[in-house]
């Protein structure tokens, strides 16, 4: 009898660290059997430079397994002659509650009025924890204007953010300082902000982001440059 117990628990922790082994809420959320994830937000914001702004942005990643991932991003903001592409390619290695991603990253920027194309390449490592993730990479970026190609020296892409509580909860609160976004990288222009996500049903995630960029480099004491609000929704089958 006694064999029989100790066999039965053993076959119930067996199979709650299998379950726990599928289940995973970091930044890839993948938990095992939905491969694909839908996105986007409706960004809104005010620039000293051209006024107001804003628009839609859209993403669809594939997982192919629990480590690697392709992802494409759409940016299409209105009334600025604009428009922005990208593709990201991503390898998960886990560390026990943490993460590691190596990531890759191609992106084109389009700006109709000055007639020119933009192209920035991205290498990065992003460590990431319950509560905290940073990201170090390095970006060279092309430019495109009348005929000629100008590249920008390569440049440190770093990000630092912080939640209040663990991330496999069903809704989360943080803070974040980083000097690039879904679609730029600046060179040592910071910006900062609030962010936040909150699970609607189990497949269905609301997030949001309040960034603020300011004028200088590195000097957060320096005059506005620009402040925007973000937010989307996120859907996985």
Known sequence: MRKKQICLIAALLMACSTAMGQVYSGEQKFDGEHKHEVSGYLQGGQNVVIGGFGGPAAFYKHHFTQRWDLEGGLYLPFGHNRYGMYAR????????????????????NRYQQANSNEYAYNLSVKWEHRYVDILLGITLVDYSLLGSHYFEKPAVTAGLGVNIRPRENRWNLGLFIRNYDDFYYDNWNINWGIRYYCTIKNRLRNFGELNIRPAGSLSQLATKYEASIKTGLIYTW
């Open 89 to 108: 390619g991503s390898y998960r290695l886990p560390i026990r509650n943490q993460n590691l991603y190596f990531m890759g990253k191609m992106m084109y």
